[in-house]
């Protein structure tokens, strides 16, 4: 059969307004891509340690809920809760919990991993003392004080794509504002224009202080290996120059001028967009 076929489930998953990630388990877990519906898993072979750890850990319902994990698909176990949509012995169901793509947190604590993965996913199960949607489990400390309670008056998702992430925020109270995206370095974020820490939160998320009232975050992927391989890119353009007026036909330097300046008008755009991330 064919594993990308547009088929009812698909149809059902895409006419989906809600702003959340499906869970596919063992029924095309790489059809995601494809299909343009935003699963958890992703659609490659390789996972982020963290993430990994966290999907391998027994009883670590909780990961669903911090990865905005709103739609399940599976087979249709007549013991379960109805699914909100069926198409034969494949079912859609909601999740147990409450999800958001994005809240800010009021209650933080700095925490190691494997005291994080104890509150989140305790060993046997038992009742946790984490609170989704208020707590935060930061790996390290952040510049700015915590009050332990607050009002989020707004935390909406503005924008959500491969390379930029942007958030509006309005709190009563400084706080973590905790986005529901895998931790992984690379990402820079700015809140009204002003650099801020991206800190490691509940074990596999990110985390952004903002400070009290109305804020835009925006975080972006601006990795240093873009920056090293735009300066690759103007050193072999500058040998490439100096190759040329060495020696060689007029025609020929004419000829390669062009190329090089083709060349070097592709590389000045690539380093324009390496050093502006906003």
């Given at each position: 059969?064919?594993?990308?076929?547009?088929?009812?489930?698909?149809?059902?998953?895409?006419?989906?307004?809600?702003?959340?990630?499906?869970?596919?388990?063992?029924?095309?877990?790489?059809?995601?891509?494809?299909?343009?519906?935003?699963?958890?898993?992703?659609?490659?072979?390789?996972?982020?340690?963290?993430?990994?750890?966290?999907?391998?850990?027994?009883?670590?319902?909780?990961?669903w809920q911090?990865?905005?994990?709103?739609?399940?698909?599976?087979?249709?176990?007549?013991?379960?809760?109805?699914?909100?949509?069926?198409?034969?012995?494949?079912?859609?169901?909601?999740?147990?919990?409450?999800?958001?793509?994005?809240?800010?947190?009021?209650?933080?604590?700095?925490?190691?991993?494997?005291?994080?993965?104890?509150?989140?996913?305790?060993?046997?199960?038992?009742?946790?003392?984490?609170?989704?949607?208020?707590?935060?489990?930061?790996?390290?400390?952040?510049?700015?004080?915590?009050?332990?309670?607050?009002?989020?008056?707004?935390?909406?998702?503005?924008?959500?794509?491969?390379?930029?992430?942007?958030?509006?925020?309005?709190?009563?109270?400084?706080?973590?504002?905790?986005?529901?995206?895998?931790?992984?370095?690379?990402?820079?974020?700015?809140?009204?224009?002003?650099?801020?820490?991206?800190?490691?939160?509940?074990?596999?998320?990110?985390?952004?202080?903002?400070?009290?009232g109305a804020?835009?975050?925006?975080?972006?992927?601006?990795?240093?290996?873009?920056?090293?391989?735009?300066?690759?890119?103007?050193?072999?353009?500058?040998?490439?120059?100096?190759?040329?007026?060495?020696?060689?036909?007029?025609?020929?330097?004419?000829?390669?001028?062009?190329?090089?300046?083709?060349v070097g008008?592709?590389?000045?755009?690539?380093?324009?967009?390496?050093?502006?991330?906003?």
């Amino acid at each position: 059969p064919n594993i990308f076929a547009r088929t009812p489930v698909v149809e059902f998953l895409q006419s989906q307004k809600r702003n959340a990630r499906v869970e596919l388990g063992d029924l095309t877990p790489n059809a995601g891509l494809v299909l343009r519906v935003p699963t958890v898993r992703g659609a490659g072979p390789l996972a982020i340690r963290h993430f990994a750890q966290a999907m391998d850990r027994p009883y670590f319902w909780r990961a669903w809920q911090l990865l905005n994990t709103g739609y399940f698909v599976s087979y249709v176990d007549k013991e379960t809760a109805k699914p909100l949509f069926r198409d034969g012995n494949i079912g859609v169901y909601g999740p147990a919990y409450g999800i958001a793509p994005a809240y800010v947190a009021y209650r933080a604590q700095v925490v190691g991993d494997e005291e994080a993965l104890g509150i989140l996913a305790p060993q046997p199960p038992a009742t946790s003392t984490f609170a989704y949607g208020r707590d935060a489990l930061l790996a390290n400390p952040v510049a700015q004080e915590a009050t332990g309670r607050g009002f989020t008056r707004r935390a909406r998702l503005g924008s959500l794509d491969s390379t930029r992430i942007a958030v509006e925020v309005d709190t009563t109270a400084p706080g973590v504002l905790v986005v529901s995206e895998v931790f992984y370095p690379g990402w820079r974020a700015f809140v009204d224009g002003r650099e801020v820490e991206i800190v490691r939160t509940n074990y596999l998320l990110r985390g952004v202080p903002v400070p009290t009232g109305a804020h835009h975050v925006q975080i972006v992927y601006d990795p240093t290996s873009v920056k090293a391989g735009a300066m690759v890119s103007i050193l072999s353009l500058a040998l490439a120059v100096t190759l040329v007026l060495r020696g060689g036909s007029r025609r020929r330097r004419a000829l390669t001028w062009s190329g090089v300046i083709a060349v070097g008008a592709l590389a000045a755009f690539a380093v324009w967009r390496a050093l502006t991330p906003m």
